[in-house]
């Protein structure tokens, strides 16, 4: 007998018990307490199992939803071909010509898109010359609403007064 084979045991035991505790989970029993009694373990190890459960869930949810995305993107690309070499015809004709350049013009934009050809656009804050960025209010403007601040405040009048009883 190698070494090797108690451990393969006990992987198996642990993937039976993750596939029970799912089959229990899915049955509505919720309660740690319960599901651990069920599958003979303490909760902690209920919860290290629903914890990875949940993690290889996500994992293959996200590979999935990762598979889907690029189907569409390769139907939408087919599309956008066969649409562009439809156009042919039309950019020969003078009647049509600009009518199936502007269509060709939208079709290339939306496959550059869709294949991240293009560089995302890039919007930052400037200054009023459109030169620097900007941080926000300038020190300047800081200072004199400051300032501005101060002086009304001097400028309010104060009233003492006694309450009338």
Known sequence: MSKNEPTLTKKAQVARRRYELSQLVSQGVRRHADLAERLGVSERTVQRDLAELERV?????????????????????QRIEDAINELQPMIENPRTRIQAIRLLKELEERRAKLLGLDMPTKHAATDPTGQKQSNGITDEMRHRLLERRRKRLEEATVVDHEPVN
Do not use: K, S, V
């Not at 869930?57 to 690309?77: F, K, L, P, S, V």
């Open 57 to 77: 869930y996500t994992e293959r949810g996200a590979d999935q939803m990762a598979e889907i995305q690029n189907r569409e993107r390769m139907i939408a690309w």
